[in-house]
C-alpha cells in the first residue's frame, strides 16, 4: 500500500544519503512461500531463510515499529543467511546499524547480526544481547585476536535501533540515535575490523551460523552495513531511522 511505499523511500533515502553499501530491511523482503528473502538495497547479498523450518513470522504492520513490518525469529531455528566469503574483508572501518525489539527474557547470548567462519567457531563477528540484556558486539579475528565490545544494559521488551563500529583505531557505539558508553572488557579498544579476519564464510541475519549456532528470539526489522566517515554522521543516520521506525 501507500503507507509501504513512502516508508520504503524513506528507508532508501537514509541508505542513499549516507552512503551504505549494504542494508537489509523488512519492507524490502520477497516471501515466496516458505522462503522469506531481505533484499539487499546495496544489490549484493540476499538474504533468505535456508529451509522452511528457518522461516521467520512476518507482520505487515508492527505497532511497535510505526506500523511497518517486521520479522519475528522466534530463537530456535529462524534465520536469514547467505555463503558468502570475506564479508567486507578490505575494511579497517566500518558501522553496523541494527534495529530490534528485545527478548521477553535474558539470560541467555541472543545474535542479531553476524558474518562467520561456518566450519568452526573461530573468527566472527557478532552483534547481540547478551545475557544480561547487554548490547554486544565480539569480534574473533586471527588478526585482531579476540575483542569484546559491552554497551549499555537493554530493558525486555522494547524496540531499539544502535550500532557499533570501528574508525580504523578506536571503536564507537550510539544508541537511538546518539552516542553510547561501552567498556571493552576483551582485548583492546584499537578499532580491530573486517580486515583481519581470514575466514569468513557466512552473513547472517537473526542468528550466528557455525558449528556453534546462536539464535535470535524477537523481531529484528533493520541491519545496515554504513562506511565509516565520523561519528556524528553514523549517529544522524541512527536517528533518522529511529524516527522512520517511531522508537
Not at 549516507?18 to 538495497?41: H, P
Request: glycine content about 12%; charged content about 15%; proline content about 2%.
Amino acid at each position: 500500500g501507500l503507507t509501504s511505499v513512502i516508508t520504503g523511500d524513506l528507508l532508501q533515502g537514509i541508505f542513499s544519503s549516507y552512503s551504505f553499501i549494504n542494508w537489509w530491511d523488512s519492507n524490502e523482503l520477497n516471501i515466496s512461500g516458505t522462503t522469506t528473502t531481505y533484499l539487499d538495497r546495496g544489490n549484493e547479498h540476499d538474504l533468505p531463510n535456508p529451509s522452511a523450518t528457518n522461516q521467520a513470522t512476518y507482520s505487515a504492520s508492527d505497532a511497535g515499529f510505526n506500523g511497518r513490518p517486521s520479522l519475528d525469529y522466534d530463537g530456535t531455528t529462524d534465520y536469514n543467511y547467505k555463503s558468502f566469503n570475506d564479508f567486507r574483508g578490505s575494511d579497517n572501518s566500518g558501522v553496523i546499524h541494527v534495529t530490534f525489539k528485545t527478548p521477553a527474557s535474558f539470560g541467555v547470548t541472543q545474535t542479531i547480526f553476524a558474518a562467520s567462519d561456518e566450519a568452526t567457531n573461530a573468527e566472527k563477528i557478532m552483534i547481540y544481547v547478551d545475557s544480561a540484556g547487554d548490547f554486544t558486539c565480539l569480534l574473533n579475528t586471527a588478526g585482531g585476536g579476540n575483542t569484546r565490545i559491552r554497551g549499555i544494559a537493554l530493558s525486555v521488551n522494547t524496540e531499539y535501533t544502535a550500532y557499533v563500529g570501528s574508525t580504523g583505531a578506536a571503536f564507537i557505539m550510539g544508541i537511538n540515535g546518539a552516542t553510547s558508553g561501552f567498556s571493552v572488557d576483551l582485548g583492546f579498544n584499537d578499532g580491530t575490523w573486517l580486515n583481519d579476519a581470514t575466514t569468513l564464510s557466512n552473513i547472517s541475519i537473526g542468528g550466528r551460523i557455525n558449528s556453534s549456532n546462536n539464535l535470535y528470539g524477537s523481531k529484528i526489522v533493520q541491519v545496515g552495513y554504513e562506511p565509516y566517515t565520523s561519528q556524528a554522521i553514523s549517529n544522524a543516520a541512527n536517528l533518522e531511522i529511529k524516527n522512520v521506525y517511531g522508537i
